[in-house]
């Protein structure tokens, strides 16, 4: 009995060794696979997480229109524009040159130093290409060689275009914006805010020209003398194709750019449109860490914040009264009635505040008789914390005809007004005076 007792003990303790060989691979691997586990790369942020903190240190959400600012972070702070520059390049061209269909030569030697290491199409000198082929390429695909050939040939010289594009800046508003160059080198000194380039852009996308690149996903260069194959190339603004990426193609978005200076410094601008949202979001100096360009990730984030923030509101009705003043040489009345011309619907908030609202109503000088139903007189601006958020024509409610009498009588009253009248009459009265004199002399 103890032999069997003592043979069952020795098979279990075989068993129980054997199975313990057998499962240590498994073990092996599940330690391995822990490993592996710690070393694997951390999962990427997501702008659209709860609680994301963006990257980007500077930042702007706003009203394409109005300019009206949602959020904002460090949006009046100056910065170097870098790629940006490109919007101000494309509608500085756009706007100086007659035809953009217009053929032109690449200029030898103007791109002996470029450095291919930034966005570009392989142009050559003496290259024969549209300047509307050069522009999609700026736009889309960041091509710094395209700027310079650009800049080379539209207005009198190089220089002369940069004089163009500051002047095209100062006239759109954006006072804090210096620019050297057309491109948006690294290197360049140039200097710019958010709040600037979202007043560029928003002037840019009034164009129906640069809008409809500026929302191309794709296009193509024909061949040409010099480069024999056509040039088939995707927006690199990834919200806009899945050539690139399926992350972030997003049907509402319409344009426009974004720029790469290095890994701890991109940016991006972008228009959405959704409802009664019509945004642009701008972001710079954003990371671009393990194979992610958080502009796009900061970028989902304030879309998040201008998600349905806009409603609509009639502010003024058409032929609403808005204001009366004062009426010269009219028949049986002194004051006229003034009214809009237009709805005024404006967007605002969805919890706006009242009192923000504020009216401006700018009118021709001296307004006098006759006036025609309707005759145009001014306009009414209308302001939601200082951006403008509609306007409207003024005019006359009623016609009003001239009164003669009071035309004559006004006439004589203002001719009195003026000295130099009393001085005619002063020396004529001292002119008579001295005849009058001589005249007893003589008597």
């Keep these: 009995m103890k032999k069997i007792i003592l043979c069952f003990i020795i098979a279990i303790y075989t068993l129980t060794s054997s199975f313990s060989c057998f499962c240590a691979p498994s073990g092996e691997k599940a330690e391995k696979t822990a490993a592996d586990e710690k070393e694997e790369k951390p999962k990427k942020e997501s702008g659209t ?12 959400l706003c009203d394409v229109e109005s300019g009206f600012r949602i959020y904002s972070k460090g949006s009046k702070k100056v910065i170097n524009p870098y790629g940006l520059t490109k919007i101000l390049t494309a509608i500085t061209v756009i706007e100086n040159q007659k035809d953009i269909n217009k053929e032109i030569t690449v200029p030898k030697n103007i791109l002996k ?9 392989s142009l050559a000198s003496g290259e024969k290409i549209s300047i509307k082929n050069l522009l999609y390429a700026l736009i889309m695909q960041d091509a710094g060689d395209c700027a310079i050939a650009l800049a080379h040939t539209t207005g009198k010289s190089y220089d002369e275009f940069i004089k163009l594009m500051n002047e095209t800046a100062k ?15 690294n290197k360049s000194p140039q200097k710019t805010t958010l709040e600037d380039m979202a007043k560029i852009t928003s002037y840019a996308l009034k164009n129906p020209i640069f809008s409809e690149i500026a929302k191309t996903q794709r296009y193509e260069i024909p061949s040409n003398n010099i480069c024999k194959y056509p040039r088939v190339f995707f927006s690199k603004n990834y919200f806009l194709t899945r050539f690139y990426s399926e992350d972030y193609f997003n049907t509402r978005v319409s344009g426009v750019k974004g720029y790469y200076k290095d890994n701890e410094d991109t940016g991006l601008v972008i228009r959405y ?15 671009y860490i393990d194979g992610t360009n958080y502009a796009y990730e900061d970028t989902l984030y304030l879309l998040k914040k201008g998600e349905d923030y806009f409603t609509k509101e009639r502010l003024i009705k058409k032929e609403e009264f808005v204001c009366e003043t004062e009426l010269k040489n009219a028949k049986g009345t002194n004051r006229v009635l003034i009214v809009a011309m237009n709805d005024i619907v404006a967007k605002l908030p969805q919890k706006y505040n009242k009192k923000l609202i504020t009216r401006e109503i700018k009118l021709r000088d001296n307004i006098e008789a006759p006036l025609k139903k309707y005759e145009e007189l001014g306009t009414l601006h209308i302001y939601y914390d200082g951006f403008e958020v509609g306007s409207a024509q003024l005019a006359s409610y009623s016609e009003i005809e001239k009164s003669f009498g009071k035309l004559i009588k006004n006439a004589f009253i ?3 007004k003026k000295p130099v009248l009393w001085i005619i009459i002063a020396i004529i009265w001292l002119i008579s005076h001295i005849k009058n004199k001589r005249n007893k002399k003589g008597l």
């Design 414 to 416: 203002n001719l009195l």
């Design 113 to 121: 130093d470029y450095d291919y290491s930034y966005g570009n199409i």
């Design 273 to 287: 449109t959704k409802g009664n949202d019509d945004l642009l979001v701008l972001t710079a100096k954003a990371d």
């Design 49 to 60: 997480d709860k609680n994301y903190v963006p990257h980007a240190d500077y930042m702007l």
């Design 171 to 185: 006239k759109i508003g954006a006072e804090s914006s210096v620019f050297t160059e057309p491109a948006g080198f």
